[in-house]
């Protein structure tokens, strides 16, 4: 079955750094589109960003533009998030989510990790 | 930007039906989806393309898509339906990813 287990979350001073890192098994990770999904403390959802399946694509929300990076390893299965500039407002549980669609990504989020939380604090 | 409009809350008794909405502007043209989340656990997709359901999701559940709302039934409640449930679309001319603010199901 589908999993996706996420990792490097933690306590961070703003400004600093974090990258997170997401492990995919039971789907032929290299055929999906993966995005980046966070939920901030009594908050709704909020998508943050996508890369295609062969990692040509990445698109990005405004609120993390230019401060986040994604990128993946298919030899290895795994999604990361490189977060720089860390803010307040960018603490969250981050969710590693599949896209539905094989070759293509549509924004159908038809797997989620439990997610790991971020917290941004001096 | 596009937004999606959903109560925040919604209680019904076990065995009754949750009726949950979604407002959005033509929402009825767009690929919406419904998701549930419970604590502890990861979120699960419930409804995708406004009224297919993935496998493992029993029948009761069903969504509809037309207009300016989407919809989303549990038939016949049970306890372990309760949670918050978000609706979601991408809207393309904005290049917009949506998620409504989401509904608390309470099961009485």
């Known amino acids: 079955q589908v999993q996706l287990v996420e990792s490097g979350g933690g306590v961070v001073q703003p400004g600093r750094s974090l990258r997170l890192s997401c492990a995919a098994s039971?789907?032929?990770?290299?055929?999906?589109?993966m995005h980046w999904v966070r939920q901030a403390p009594g908050k709704g959802l909020e998508w943050v960003a996508v890369?295609?399946?062969?990692?040509?694509?990445?698109y990005y929300a405004d609120s993390v533009k230019d401060r986040f990076t994604i990128s993946r390893d298919n030899s290895k299965s795994t999604l990361f998030l490189e977060m720089n500039s860390l803010r307040v407002d960018d603490t969250a549980v981050y969710y590693c989510?599949?896209?539905?669609?094989?070759?293509?990504?549509?924004?159908?989020?038809?797997?989620w990790g439990q997610g790991t939380l971020v917290t941004v604090s001096s | 930007s596009y937004f999606l409009t959903q109560p925040p809350s919604l209680s019904v008794a076990p065995g009754q039906t949750a009726r949950m909405t979604c407002g959005g502007a033509k929402v009825g043209t767009l690929r919406v989806q419904w998701y549930r989340l419970q604590s502890g656990l990861a979120p699960v997709l419930v409804v995708y393309d406004g009224s297919v359901r993935p496998s493992g999701i029993p029948e009761r559940v069903s969504g509809a898509n037309s207009g300016d709302t989407a919809t989303l039934t549990i038939s016949r409640v049970e306890a372990g339906d309760e949670g918050d449930y978000y609706c979601q679309a991408w809207e393309g001319s904005s290049d917009h990813v949506a998620f409504g603010g989401g509904t608390k199901l309470t099961v009485l």
């Open positions: 989510v599949k896209d539905l669609e094989e070759y293509n990504y549509e924004y159908l989020f038809d797997y």
């Open positions: 039971g789907f032929t990770f290299n055929n999906y589109g």
């Open positions: 890369i295609s399946f062969e990692e040509s694509n990445t």
